[in-house]
């Protein structure tokens, strides 16, 4: 070889190897060689740009409030450390707040938002003591109340930030968190299962679990590995809380109902489940991941209510079979969030699309009912009746709450889980208008295209751009709730069933069409537990009553199925005929139902979108009920005008009360509670307001 050639040759093998090596830092966070890898690989945010509705929510999420928060505001009690009782959870603001920061940032990396981020970690890690301690508490009071919860949060910001950058300083800086952690709890020391609020029984301390665990991954350190097994051990052994530990595991492999799990915290118990599916990829046992996804399905069958949340005064409270009731203060948006995240992760380990499933009805729901038009607030508590209220300020010195702090946790996760690669290609779990960069696992870039109003219209028309022709497989999700569906690549139809992913093997190439149509008719929902009440599904999105849409009126109605109108209406009696000789009208009548049971078979209903709307209300519908007079005669249609739940009370004031479930029949002057914020929003001295001047910079 010439001196030259080598020259070349030597060039090109640093430039290969700095690329190589570059390529590994942006992919691979993990030390360790885990024993269970994940099944879906979240795509990388930053090729994503999700546009329409849901594009323009985020943005408002990211500009009004992410990046709007007060760094100074939320550093102040790290400084101080003032916090020296068991009710200051000042603590976690800093790491929910920079976890979304985070998300914000990988989505939308421009200098501005770097800049942000850059401030709020330097300026908490000046805060960070010779000992290794970040944290809102004064020194006598290390380990009190809420403190190792807020460590839990302060490392899950770090951590974020580590991932991202391949900062080793601030993996440093969350180890010496850690590890001071670690020479005051373990055996011997203090027991992580007593720590924390008494009430709590330690489920706010012990979910620490993940961060721990996370730790271990990045840093091959044994320590965080064997304290991780340390904490899930506490939970079998009694303690002064409890006479038989929470035995998380074990009650959750054995189906147990959330609520009869000793603290039966909503937000806490999930936070302790997200460790432990985080524990089964570095241990690879199989308990730990079928206690997680079996306790994530005794949410499903036992608390999830049907905007995609659960929980009253932020506990488990029976929500499936009680979700029909006035509640006090159901959903905490911190639950919502904490739920989502819960099925982000058993869909990235499990490829189960049911997790999808779920995150889309959480995400168009509950979540999105919880933000405010501008998206600079959350509520604290959103009911399925009543009316929305902004979350008060729990520490007005910082200005926050924790469900304000938490809320764009989830939204701001979108677009990770919208695509994601798979091992033999990728899958689209969202439809949403956008454009979805995803690599393939040989590194081939593919970029698919969604045009689309779903979910307004039921049609996705999706463009696929792999940067060369290749072979691999599509996944698209089909929602188990979407019974007659219709797909298509380049013309060709394609079979699909509803749960599953269709899942495409071809090769493609640049400019393929795909066109998938999904069964957008409104479904009849039964109340789970029984009670003769109904509501309605269109899609992934509940619709909703609104008293801007229809006010309250004296009359009684019930709801039609598309059966009952096509076959029967036409049967009514207009006058008063005798029974005796009229026999099949009678017939006529007692087919129409009054209520389903949650075993029938799924009734539909026939929905008509409304033309003119107010401006603020995303998707409106006209709803066929039945008005009955008297008991055989002037049966008559009466519309009705739905949205969807996210815009239903969205002018977040007393004047505007919505509800979800509808009693059959219904009694229309009572359809919505009179004025109830001070229901959901007990501490407020007066119905609280978006403090716009506290989210200054
Ligand atoms: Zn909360």
Redesign the pocket.
Known sequence: MNKSIKLVFLLFSIISYVFAANFFAQSKTELVNLKANDIFIPANSTSIKIEGHLGRKINLCIDNRVMAQSIKRIIRPFRLRFENDFGGFRCEYWGKWFTSAMLAYSYQPTAEHLAVIDTALNELLETQTPDGYIGTYDKQHYLWGWDVWGQKYTLLGLIAYYDQTKDKKVLEAACRVADLLLTKVGPGKVNIAENGLPLLKGLPSTSILRAIVLLYERTGNKNYLDFAKYIVHQWDVPNKFTHTGLRLIENALAGVPPIKIDAPKA?EMMSNFEGVLELYKVTGERKYLEAGVKFGNSIRKYERMITGTASNQ?LWCDGVREQTEMLPQPV????TVTWMRYCYQLLKITGNPIWADELEVSLYNALLGAMTPKGDWFA?FSPLIGQRVP?HQQHPDVGL???V??GPRALLMTPRWAVMGSREGVVVNLYAQGSYGEKLSDGTNVNILQATDYPVGDEVNLTIQPAKTKKFTLGLRIPEWSKKNELSVNGMTIKCVPGTYAKISRTWKNGDKVILKLDLRGRIIPAPSGAPDLAIMRGPIVLTLDNRLVEPQDTCVWLLTSRDSAAKLDTTIKSSPSLETNPPVYEGYVRIKQCLLPTDTQEYLTLKPVKSKPDNIWMAFEVPFLVRPSHFFDHHVKTLIMCDFSSAGNLWSDKNSYRVWMPQPMYMDYMYPSPIWRLTNPDAKARPEVPGALIDK
Do not use: G, N, Q
């Open positions: 937000f932020e905490e948006t911190c639950v604290y979350s709450s924790c469900c702090a938490s």
